[in-house]
C-alpha cells in the first residue's frame, strides 16, 4: 500500500516543495487573478468540497476557470460554454491546480496520489471503495492525471490506481517517479514500466 506521505522527510519535502512553487509562480498567478477578475467578479480562488483520505471532507483550493453560474459537477462533465475565456488559457497551463499547493502544506492533500473527487460522484466512489484507494491520502498529481485517464471512466482509473498506490511495493520510487514525470513527460515510460509488474 502506497504509504509515503507518513514519513516524515517526505512531509518536510512537500510543504517546503509547495511553498517554493506557490512564491515562485505568486506572480504569474497574481497576474491571472485580476483577469478572472475583470471578466467574471469575484472569487478569483474557488473552493470546493471534495473527498479527502478515509472519505473525509476537506475544501479544495483552485484557480476559478468557470463562471459562478456552472453546477458543481466533475469537469469532465461541464459544458464549455460554462468556461471563463481567461479560463481556458489557466486550464491549459494547468495554473488552476497551483492554489491546492496550499492544500498541500495544511496537509489535506499529498503531492501525489489519486485524483480527490467530489461526494456526488457514486459510481467512482464505490470503486474507490472496492479497491480501498479511499485510505490513501489524494494528491495535486497521480497516475491516472498523467496518462490523461479521467474520472468519466471510473472502473478503468480505478483499476490504474489500485495497481500503482494498492499493489506496487516500490512506493518510494514511484512517488519521485510520478511527482517528476507531471512536469517532465519523458520519465513517463519508465513509469508505464511499474504498472506492467
Request: net charge positive; aromatic share 12%; with cysteine.
Amino acid at each position: 500500500m502506497f504509504t509515503i506521505q507518513n514519513n516524515k522527510i517526505i512531509r518536510l519535502f512537500e510543504i517546503i516543495f509547495s511553498s517554493s512553487i506557490l512564491l515562485l509562480a505568486s506572480p504569474i498567478l497574481f497576474f491571472f487573478g485580476i483577469l478572472i477578475f475583470l471578466e467574471d467578479g469575484s472569487p478569483i480562488i474557488f473552493k470546493q468540497k471534495r473527498v479527502g483520505i478515509n472519505m473525509k471532507p476537506f475544501l479544495i483550493y483552485k484557480l476559478r476557470t468557470m463562471k459562478n453560474n456552472a453546477p458543481e459537477l466533475g469537469t469532465h462533465k461541464v459544458k464549455s460554454d460554462f468556461y471563463l475565456n481567461v479560463g481556458k488559457i489557466i486550464r491549459n497551463l494547468k495554473l488552476d491546480e497551483f492554489p491546492q499547493f496550499l492544500n498541500v502544506i495544511e496537509g489535506k492533500l499529498s503531492l501525489v496520489g489519486p485524483r480527490p473527487c467530489l461526494f456526488n460522484q457514486k459510481e467512482l466512489l464505490e470503486a474507490r471503495q472496492r479497491r480501498k484507494l479511499v485510505s490513501i491520502q489524494p494528491g495535486v498529481t497521480g497516475i491516472t492525471q498523467i496518462f490523461n485517464v479521467d474520472m468519466s471512466n471510473p472502473e478503468r482509473q480505478t483499476t490504474i490506481d489500485g495497481i500503482f498506490y494498492i499493489n506496487n511495493k516500490k512506493e518510494f520510487n514511484l512517488y519521485f517517479l510520478a511527482l517528476f514525470s507531471t512536469f517532465f513527460p519523458p520519465l513517463r515510460r519508465l513509469l508505464r514500466n511499474f504498472l506492467k509488474h
